[in-house]
């Protein structure tokens, strides 16, 4: 299309300004989007989003698997030559976390500067960097520790990629469809986590014999990583109304709503990643004879599976949200994972491995969920708070939407520092007591917390007479 295309659109709609016509602008730039504008999003609107979303979850999927690679990388380690302590190791799992969480603070103000579609093919490629990295490091276990620590620490570059990708998506879709949206793009990023450990120790076991090939865990996702990077040049759309609003951020920055969700946020997706990340440990230190299964030439971890129903049931935690309410489905969330740590700290003793693992899909399905829906409740409250007496009516407001993306991108950053905390709350636990019981309990408690603050929130909206 050229500058001068444009989607044209009726007017007559009840209670808005007329419908705006699509401008399609060099550079691949949309001007005139607005997503609540019902006759613009039927007659064009709809279709442009879904194709965003696709690429933009094919790019955060990639960047999850980045972010994770080195949760399953460091159980491979002893068998390549490399000799870290319990301390070391869990640095090594838990520094991309940090790393990442920290970036995704100003990756969430990436977009209004650059353009989704132009910081998409941006991070896409930034993270050719910690794969090759890991590669080279990993191919010699003379490889002294800090210099492994920085490689992990690049990793992060994955972890970036969710805010920024988040707070693009936000702007492409209604309010009304906003939990399903980004619960779909959260859910394909946070696949990466499981897919990553589904698929390096089979790649670096297969044909290898007595020799694993740990350099493929980074380089086997060098051509994904190049094909969403051209996916994103030739498929995704930049929005003119995605602009950096500073007065917008501090003012999330001021409310105290963003920081209550930060705290829940950190734990239900905190609990997801930085479960996700200890995993596969947890099971080698637990339960060895089950760290791996064959499978023909190759290793299978069950690992895997943790990351994988957790992330399928983000988006189902965010269509419940939108139907229930997002508090609604938090609080049960946080019931179900507090009922789910007290039941694999009750069953460790029995040493049974299939109730350690299927306590642990209850804590990560419950996570899941929860993530999908604390992320749903964070544009409903900064609605409410931009003077829409029911959180939806002014959702379309450009600044609210502001105001809102950067809520979003703030708040994912301070909750993925759970991914921090957990395996260093483990690896304490570990090295203090020789187990985990101990770290797991301080969990229980924090998740009883956490449901005392989403219950308190969820009345202070009902007093309100809006389900939040």
């Not at 991070?123 to 890991?134: D, Q």
Request: proline share 5%; hydrophobic share 55%; net charge positive.
């Amino acid at each position: 299309m050229t500058s001068t295309d444009t989607i044209r659109t009726a007017t007559a709609v009840p209670d808005r300004p007329a419908t705006r016509s699509l401008a399609f602008l060099p550079g691949r730039w949309i001007d005139g989007w607005d997503p609540e504008d019902a006759t613009q999003w039927r007659d064009g609107g709809a279709a442009i989003a879904r194709r965003n979303l696709r690429w933009s979850i094919f790019a955060e999927f990639l960047g999850f698997v980045v972010w994770q690679l080195w949760s399953v990388v460091v159980v491979a380690l002893p068998g390549a030559g490399f000799h870290f302590t319990v301390t070391q190791t869990f640095w090594l799992i838990s520094i991309p976390s940090l790393v990442g969480a920290t970036l995704r603070f100003p990756y969430t103000f990436m977009v209004p500067r650059f353009g989704g579609r132009n910081w998409t093919i941006v991070s896409a490629c930034l993270l050719l960097i910690p794969a090759i990295g890991l590669a080279l490091c990993v191919a010699d276990p003379r490889t002294p520790f800090p210099v492994m620590l920085i490689v992990a620490g690049l990793a992060g570059l994955g972890g970036g990629n969710f805010a920024s990708s988040m707070a693009n998506i936000t702007f492409f879709y209604p309010q009304r469809e906003k939990g399903w949206a980004l619960g779909l793009n959260a859910a394909g990023g946070n696949l990466g986590a499981a897919v990553a450990q589904f698929a390096v120790p089979i790649v670096i076991t297969l044909g290898a014999g007595a020799t694993l090939q740990l350099p493929l865990a980074g380089l086997v996702w060098v051509p994904l990583i190049l094909i969403a990077a051209l996916g994103a040049w030739r498929r995704m759309d930049n929005l003119t109304s995605a602009k950096a609003d500073a007065r917008a951020s501090l003012a999330a920055l001021r409310a105290p709503e963003l920081w209550l969700m930060a705290l829940l946020y950190v734990g239900t997706f905190g609990s997801f990643i930085g479960f996700s990340g200890v995993f596969p440990k947890l099971i080698a230190d637990q339960f060895p004879a089950f760290s791996a299964f064959p499978l023909g030439g190759a290793t299978l971890s069950l690992a895997f599976v943790g990351a994988l129903v957790g992330s399928l049931a983000r988006p189902i935690g965010g269509r419940l949200a939108d139907r229930f309410g997002g508090s609604t489905i938090t609080i049960a969330s946080f019931v179900v994972m507090a009922l789910g740590a007290l039941a694999v700290i009750l069953t460790l003793p029995l040493g049974s491995f299939w109730l350690f693992l299927l306590f642990f899909l209850v804590l990560f399905v419950a996570s899941g969920a929860g993530n999908g829906a604390t992320y749903r409740m964070i544009p409903t409250l900064f609605a409410l708070r931009s003077g829409a007496a029911d959180g939806t009516a002014s959702a379309g407001d450009v600044s609210a939407q502001r105001t809102a993306a950067a809520a979003l991108g703030i708040v994912s950053g301070l909750g993925a520092y759970g991914g921090f905390v957990i395996p260093q709350v483990l690896g304490l636990s570990k090295s203090t007591t020789g187990g985990y019981a101990a770290g797991l309990s301080w969990f229980v408690v924090a998740y009883v917390v956490l449901l005392a603050v989403t219950v308190a929130i969820a009345v202070r909206g009902r007093r309100r007479g809006v389900r939040i």
